[in-house]
């Protein structure tokens, strides 16, 4: 019979300490990566926390540095929280407020108000700008204030979070804007003036030399008018004095006294009545706002406002007038004749660096149910840059001191008024050229 193999002893304690030894080391192995994932964990959160603190620290810093007031309410209509500025309103610190009523912190007028504002936000409005009186410590203290919701993490509504500023502050604001406004409005006014003073001497230099001809006439024909009535004076008493006819006549040169007397008068009169019509053109000029719009001769307008300013200013300007016949417009004619001072002015500051010679060429037309007038000049012409700008107010073109920026502001404004417009180009032959349109004949509204 065949035996088995034959082996050693079996030494049980020894399998069984070895495998024991391998547990324990897996053990230990699951308490080291448990005890750092609890370090991890331990770090994290103390991040977490710092970062919390930082946050509510932020939060704290914020709701401290408020001027205005913060209530925090629920959808119960109570107290929350509030922030150090309504503790101050107030005289009560959060622990006091919070769970109160919020109607317990606004006077009895302004509880209709609170009641549909805490009925707003139950809709999840916003209200904004609502007049409350709040109870405050010294007393009434008004506020705007504006509304808005609280949610939940979960979009669902928590409450409302009122803020209101202080009326007072409001009002101090709103004084500094009425105040600033008024200082803007006063300037306006000051540089509006000074356009205003500007045309007033322009129109006084072109009148003073208008009127210096026909004065000048009347004074050297009266000088004349007084020689031949000192003549024929002194004939007379010679006459008186029983001196002959002849020789008194001769001595006194009173056939010649005679012959030049209606000339003379004809020259006074006829200065005078030159006179007598600038006076009218500027009673026209200085009509007021309130004088009806109706047709006049713009054709007149134009020549006069040439005669005024530019024959003044510039002697040597060669003017040429190409008009219809009966060339008229409608609208006020005061108000007309100030827009072609502006522009007939514009033009002669144009071409004042400009080599000779200098010319102005007023063109009109009748297009379209309005007369058209085109007012070239022989400058330089106007900049791209500037076209684009050339009626917004207070821009110039012109050195400090020589020019507000208004005229053509005002003359834009003046045109549209009346139902035109005013337009600036460059003539494709140089210089600029201003077209103005105002309603004709056709162009009267309807009754």
Same mark, same amino acid.
């Given at each position: 019979?065949?035996?088995?193999?034959?082996? %050693?002893?079996?030494?049980?304690?020894?399998?069984i300490d070895g495998e024991g030894e391998g547990v324990w080391i897996d053990v230990i192995?699951?308490?080291?990566?448990?005890?750092?994932?609890?370090?991890?964990?331990?770090?994290?959160?103390?991040?977490?926390?710092?970062?919390?603190?930082?946050?509510?620290?932020?939060?704290?810093?914020?709701?401290?540095?408020?001027?205005?007031?913060?209530?925090?309410?629920?959808?119960?209509?109570?107290?929350?929280?509030?922030?150090?500025?309504?503790?101050?309103?107030?005289?009560?610190?959060?622990?006091?407020?919070?769970?109160?009523?919020?109607?317990?912190?606004?006077?009895?007028?302004?509880?209709?108000?609170?009641?549909?504002?805490?009925?707003?936000?139950?809709?999840?409005?916003?209200?904004?700008?609502?007049?409350?009186?709040?109870?405050? !410590?010294?007393?009434?203290?008004?506020?705007?204030?504006? &509304?808005?919701?609280?949610?939940t993490p979960r979009g669902r509504s928590a409450g409302l979070v009122l803020v209101g500023?202080? *009326?007072?502050?409001?009002?101090?604001?709103?004084?500094?804007?009425?105040?600033?406004?008024?200082?803007?409005?006063?300037?306006?006014?000051?540089?509006?003036?000074?356009?205003?003073?500007?045309?007033?001497?322009?129109?006084?230099?072109?009148?003073?030399?208008?009127?210096?001809?026909?004065?000048?006439?009347?004074?050297?024909?009266?000088?004349?008018?007084?020689?031949?009535?000192?003549?024929? *004076?002194?004939?007379?008493?010679?006459?008186?004095?029983?001196?002959?006819?002849?020789?008194?006549?001769? !001595?006194?040169?009173?056939?010649? !006294?005679?012959?030049?007397?209606? &000339?003379?008068?004809?020259?006074?009169?006829?200065?005078?009545?030159?006179?007598?019509?600038?006076?009218?053109?500027?009673?026209?000029?200085?009509?007021?706002?309130?004088?009806?719009?109706?047709?006049?001769?713009? %054709?007149?307008?134009?020549?006069?406002?040439?005669?005024?300013?530019?024959?003044?200013?510039?002697?040597?300007?060669?003017?040429?007038?190409?008009?219809?016949?009966?060339?008229?417009?409608?609208?006020?004619?005061?108000?007309?004749?100030?827009?072609?001072?502006?522009?007939?002015?514009?033009?002669?500051?144009?071409? !004042?660096?400009?080599?000779?010679?200098?010319?102005?060429?007023?063109? %009109?037309?009748?297009? %379209?149910?309005?007369?058209?007038?085109?007012?070239?000049? &022989?400058?330089?012409?106007?900049?791209?840059?500037?076209?684009?700008?050339?009626?917004?107010?207070?821009?110039?073109?012109?050195?400090?001191?020589?020019? *507000?920026?208004?005229?053509?502001?005002?003359?834009?404004?003046?045109?549209?008024?009346?139902?035109?417009?005013? &337009?600036?180009?460059?003539?494709?032959?140089?210089?600029?050229?201003?077209?103005?349109?105002?309603?004709?004949?056709?162009?009267?509204?309807?009754?």
């Open positions: 019979m065949v035996q088995p193999p034959t082996s %050693g002893p079996i030494d049980v304690a020894t399998s192995r699951k308490m080291d990566e448990t005890y750092a994932d609890l370090v991890a964990q331990q770090v994290e959160l103390e991040r977490k926390n710092a970062e919390l603190e930082e946050a509510q620290a932020f939060i704290a810093g914020v709701m401290a540095a408020m001027t205005d007031v913060l209530v925090v309410g629920d959808t119960a209509g109570r107290i929350v929280e509030v922030n150090a500025a309504a503790e101050r309103a107030l005289g009560r610190a959060t622990g006091q407020l919070a769970g109160t009523p919020l109607a317990g912190i606004f006077d009895e007028a302004s509880q209709a108000a609170l009641g549909r504002l805490v009925a707003a936000a139950r809709r999840r409005e916003r209200v904004s700008d609502l007049e409350l009186v709040l109870r405050g !410590a010294d007393g009434a203290f008004p506020v705007s204030v504006n &509304s808005s919701i609280r949610y500023r202080p *009326t007072g502050e409001l009002r101090r604001a709103y004084g500094d804007l009425a105040a600033a406004h008024e200082r803007l409005k006063e300037t306006q006014q000051q540089l509006v003036h000074s356009e205003k003073m500007a045309s007033l001497g322009r129109l006084v230099a072109g009148v003073a030399h208008e009127l210096n001809n026909p004065i000048s006439f009347v004074y050297g024909n009266a000088h004349a008018l007084r020689r031949q009535a000192d003549r024929l *004076t002194a004939y007379i008493r010679a006459l008186d004095a029983g001196k002959p006819a002849a020789e008194a006549r001769a !001595a006194n040169r009173v056939d010649k !006294a005679l012959a030049d007397l209606p &000339s003379t008068i004809d020259g006074l009169a006829e200065g005078a009545e030159r006179v007598r019509d600038i006076v009218a053109e500027l009673r026209r000029f200085a009509a007021t706002d309130k004088a009806p719009a109706d047709l006049f001769d713009l %054709g007149a307008v134009l020549h006069a406002a040439v005669t005024w300013v530019a024959r003044a200013q510039m002697p040597d300007l060669e003017v040429s007038f190409d008009l219809p016949v009966d060339f008229r417009a409608f609208g006020l004619s005061a108000h007309s004749h100030q827009v072609v001072m502006n522009l007939v002015q514009n033009a002669i500051d144009a071409m !004042a660096d400009a080599p000779p010679p200098h010319r102005l060429v007023i063109s %009109g037309r009748i297009e %379209g149910g309005q007369a058209v007038v085109d007012i070239r000049d &022989s400058g330089p012409g106007i900049a791209t840059d500037v076209l684009s700008r050339i009626f917004d107010p207070f821009f110039t073109t012109k050195p400090v001191g020589k020019g *507000t920026g208004l005229g053509l502001a005002i003359s834009d404004r003046i045109v549209s008024d009346q139902g035109g417009s005013l &337009s600036a180009a460059n003539h494709p032959e140089g210089g600029a050229v201003f077209t103005l349109r105002l309603p004709a004949d056709g162009g009267r509204p309807a009754p």
